[in-house]
């Protein structure tokens, strides 16, 4: 499976910022995907996940209320639509495939990753 991540930019400081991830897998029904970010010098962290049909997500504390995970089947697309973000809010946002099973909180669920787009909040 192969993940293609676009839409990042920069942004000030509340404003709003959708990102993409599509796939060319022909089962993308069939599993999660979420969403993970990396800043300079930190490790990559859990933002979202979605389950197979969208009617179960997930999210870090740190964007619940603010980010909002979806997908959409017909297109092996997932969004990750961010609102009132924040300087913290920068960094390489990664999209990634979770295995057949596995925590949707865990980096070491998923087994296949985007090559990320990078989010830039200005304050």
């Given at each position: 499976?192969?993940?293609?991540?676009?839409g990042?930019?920069?942004?000030?400081?509340?404003?709003?910022?959708?990102?993409?991830?599509?796939?060319?897998?022909?089962?993308?029904?069939?599993?999660?995907?979420?969403?993970?970010?990396?800043?300079?010098?930190?490790?990559?962290?859990?933002?979202?996940?979605?389950?197979?049909?969208?009617?179960?997500?997930?999210?870090a504390?740190?964007?619940?209320?603010?980010?909002?995970?979806?997908?959409?089947n017909?297109?092996?697309?997932?969004y990750?639509?961010?609102?009132?973000?924040?300087?913290?809010?920068?960094?390489v946002?990664?999209?990634?495939?979770?295995?057949?099973?596995?925590?949707?909180?865990?980096?070491?669920?998923?087994?296949?990753w985007g090559?990320?787009?990078?989010?830039?909040?200005?304050?």
């Amino acid at each position: 499976v192969q993940l293609q991540a676009s839409g990042g930019g920069l942004v000030q400081a509340g404003g709003s910022l959708r990102i993409s991830c599509t796939t060319d897998g022909r089962t993308f029904s069939t599993y999660y995907m979420g969403w993970f970010r990396q800043a300079p010098g930190k490790e990559r962290e859990f933002v979202a996940a979605v389950a197979w049909l969208g009617g179960s997500t997930y999210y870090a504390d740190s964007v619940k209320g603010r980010f909002t995970i979806s997908r959409d089947n017909a297109k092996n697309t997932v969004y990750l639509q961010m609102n009132s973000l924040k300087p913290e809010d920068t960094a390489v946002y990664y999209c990634a495939k979770r295995k057949y099973t596995g925590d949707p909180y865990q980096r070491a669920s998923y087994d296949a990753w985007g090559q990320g787009t990078q989010v830039t909040v200005s304050s």
